[in-house]
């Protein structure tokens, strides 16, 4: 599956953003989907994630409350609908494909878990 993120761009504290992510290639209802993001100088870091089938999401804590993960499997669309952001959320958002349900340990988090990438788009967010 081929991935292309976009929707990023320069917004106020407190404003929000839409994140897309465009799929191509191979069905697409089969994959989880997650977000992740990468601050300067920092590690790439879990954002947030979605069941194949559309069910349970997960977020890490930093955004919870604040972010919301959806799909489109019809339209082959994966969403992040970034609300209240704040200068702390400054970073190239990524979203990932991965082809297993399981969280088990925490796999859901961890970058070695998912196989496909798309290119990032670069939020900043001014205080």
């Known amino acids: 599956v081929q991935l292309q993120a976009s929707g990023g761009g320069l917004v106020q504290a407190g404003g929000s953003l839409r994140l897309s992510c465009a799929a191509s290639g191979r069905p697409f209802r089969r994959y989880a989907m997650g977000w992740f993001r990468r601050a300067p100088g920092k590690e790439r870091e879990f954002v947030a994630r979605l069941r194949s089938d559309g069910g349970s999401r997960y977020y890490a804590d930093s955004v919870k409350g604040r972010f919301t993960i959806s799909r489109d499997n019809a339209k082959l669309m994966v969403y992040l609908q970034m609300d209240n952001l704040k200068p702390e959320d400054t970073a190239v958002y990524y979203c990932?494909?991965?082809?297993?349900?399981?969280?088990?340990?925490?796999?859901?988090?961890?970058?070695?878990?998912?196989?496909?990438w798309g290119q990032g788009t670069l939020v900043t967010v001014s205080s």
């Open positions: 990932a494909a991965s082809t297993t349900d399981d969280i088990l340990d925490n796999s859901h988090k961890k970058t070695a878990s998912y196989g496909y």
